[in-house]
C-alpha cells in the first residue's frame, strides 16, 4: 500500500448487488462537503460506472482511461456537479491496476476521497489496495453473509473496518452485524427516490429528510 499524506482514502463496497452502494458514496462525499471537508468521489468500479446514471453525466471529454493512458492528468478528470459535489466518474474499462498510481495526485487538495467499488473481487482488491479505510454496505434484503466476505476482504487488504452502513434501516434494526458495529442507519424514504430521479444527491436536494440527516451524522461521526 502507498503511502498517505493528508487525505483519507475511504472504500464504500458491498458483495451483494443493487443495494445502494452508489447512493451511499455520492452521499457521504455529499455530507462531508457539507460540514466543511474537501471531498471528492470517484467511481472505481469501471465493469459498471453507475455514477453516471445517477448523476445524469453523458458528456466527459476526458476520462479516466485518458489519464491512464499517460495523456491527462487525473485533475482532469474532475468534475463539479450541479450540486456542488467534486466527482471523477468512469466509464467501462478493464484495467484497475494503474489506479493506484494516480490516486496519491489527489491527497495535497482533499480531506477525503471516497471510492466506489466494483463488484468482482479482482477489481475490488485493486482499488482496496490504494485505500486506508473502508464502509461495508449491507441491508436488511440480503444475507448477512455477505458482510462476511466484504470483511475479510478489507482484512486481506489490511484497510481499516470502519462498520457498516445498513441501508433501508430502521430504528430498531440490529446494532451490529457478525460483531461489526453498524455505524449509521439510512432509512428508505420516497425523497431518496425523488432525489435519483432529479439526478442529485438526497443530501442536496431534501437536507431535511432522514436519510439526510443521517448521512451528515455519518460523516461527523468519520471526521470525529
Known amino acids: 500500500m502507498f503511502a498517505k499524506m493528508n487525505a483519507r482514502y475511504i472504500s464504500i463496497l458491498s458483495r451483494a448487488r ?16 457539507k460540514i466543511g471537508q474537501k471531498t471528492i468521489v470517484l467511481d472505481a468500479d469501471f465493469s459498471k460506472p453507475n455514477m453516471i446514471e445517477h448523476l445524469d453525466m453523458d458528456y466527459l471529454p476526458i476520462t ?5 493512458n499517460g495523456n491527462n492528468h487525473i485533475y482532469d478528470t474532475i468534475y463539479r456537479h450541479p450540486s456542488g459535489l467534486k466527482i471523477i466518474p468512469s466509464m467501462t474499462l478493464e484495467d484497475y491496476s494503474k489506479l493506484q498510481y494516480h490516486l496519491p495526485e489527489l491527497q495535497a487538495e482533499y480531506d477525503y476521497v471516497i471510492l466506489d467499488t466494483p463488484f468482482d473481487m479482482q477489481g475490488l482488491n485493486q482499488v482496496l489496495a490504494a485505500s486506508d479505510e473502508a464502509i461495508i454496505v449491507h ?6 453473509r455477505q458482510v ?37 442507519k439510512i432509512p428508505f424514504h ?3 427516490e425523488r432525489s435519483y430521479r432529479l439526478k442529485h444527491p438526497v443530501v442536496y436536494t431534501h437536507p431535511n429528510a432522514k436519510a439526510s440527516k443521517a448521512f451528515i451524522k455519518l460523516a461527523d461521526k468519520i471526521v470525529v
Open 148 to 184: 462476511i466476505v466484504s470483511a475479510k476482504a478489507l482484512k486481506k487488504n489490511n484497510v481499516l473496518n470502519l462498520g457498516i452502513v445498513l441501508n433501508r434501516g430502521t430504528e430498531d434494526s440490529a446494532g451490529s452485524v457478525f460483531d461489526l458495529p453498524i455505524i449509521a
Open 18 to 33: 443493487g443495494i445502494g452502494k452508489t447512493t451511499v458514496a455520492l452521499n457521504l462525499g455529499m455530507a462531508l462537503q
Open 64 to 68: 479516466l482511461e485518458d489519464v491512464f
Open 190 to 192: 420516497k425523497d431518496v
Open 139 to 144: 441491508s436488511p434484503t440480503v444475507s448477512s
